[in-house]
């Protein structure tokens, strides 16, 4: 018996971006279209089939200790990164500033899908959630380039709202306009 569920939930790849080098900048740069392999897209800095341990792992790991890499990709909704940009006071964000390596539109309540949740493109390629990318303030240094306010109001304003972290399962190609449907964990919610 299948573990994931096929649901009636499509949505739209609306922008793709490319992180070159963390550390000089997390903004992104937007591009049409972006191979998917084992270890995330080619020349993302949040590639890699290996990655530190940061502080969403803390508890689990010393940081720095060498980890599975499950953060491959940064995925947003392009309805939720509206509701931070109003919230900031702008009319919208360029998904570049907050590191964005896709934006989706479509799905409801997209920062809050259950980890193992499957999103498969048109071509057959998917990508599982890991987990709710909670917000930081690196994105608010990029955007505090341009807006010092909005970078000030970003962290509390993306609170429940900044998308998921996810890893490559099938590997593939994935262009802007693409369709995703959504395939769920078939269980219950956990009740301890």
């Not at 509701?83 to 570049?96: L, M, R, T």
């Not at 193992?116 to 998917?126: H, I, N, V």
């Not at 099938?170 to 269980?187: A, F, N």
Request: net charge negative; glycine share 8%.
């Amino acid at each position: 018996m299948p573990a994931l569920k096929p649901t009636e939930i499509t949505g739209e790849v609306v922008w793709i971006g490319h992180v070159t080098d963390r550390d000089v900048s997390l903004a992104a740069t937007s591009q049409n279209e972006a191979e998917l392999t084992f270890a995330g897209i080619p020349g993302e800095a949040h590639g890699g089939a290996l990655r530190p341990s940061c502080s969403r792992v803390v508890s689990q790991y010393p940081r720095g200790t060498e980890i599975r890499n499950v953060r491959q990709l940064t995925v947003l909704s392009a309805e939720e990164l509206a509701q931070i940009a109003a919230d900031c006071g702008v009319d919208q964000f360029d998904p570049a500033l907050v590191g964005a390596s896709m934006v989706v539109k479509g799905i409801p309540d997209f920062t809050h899908l259950p980890p193992s949740s499957r999103l498969q493109f048109a071509d057959g390629s998917a990508i599982v959630v890991d987990m709710e990318n909670r917000p930081c303030n690196l994105p608010a240094k990029v955007i505090a380039q341009e807006n010092p306010e909005a970078g000030r109001k970003f962290k509390a304003a993306a609170e429940n709202k900044r998308g998921v972290t996810a890893w490559v399962e099938r590997e593939g190609r994935v262009q802007v306009g693409d369709s995703v449907r959504l395939h769920v964990p078939d269980q219950r919610a956990w009740q301890p």
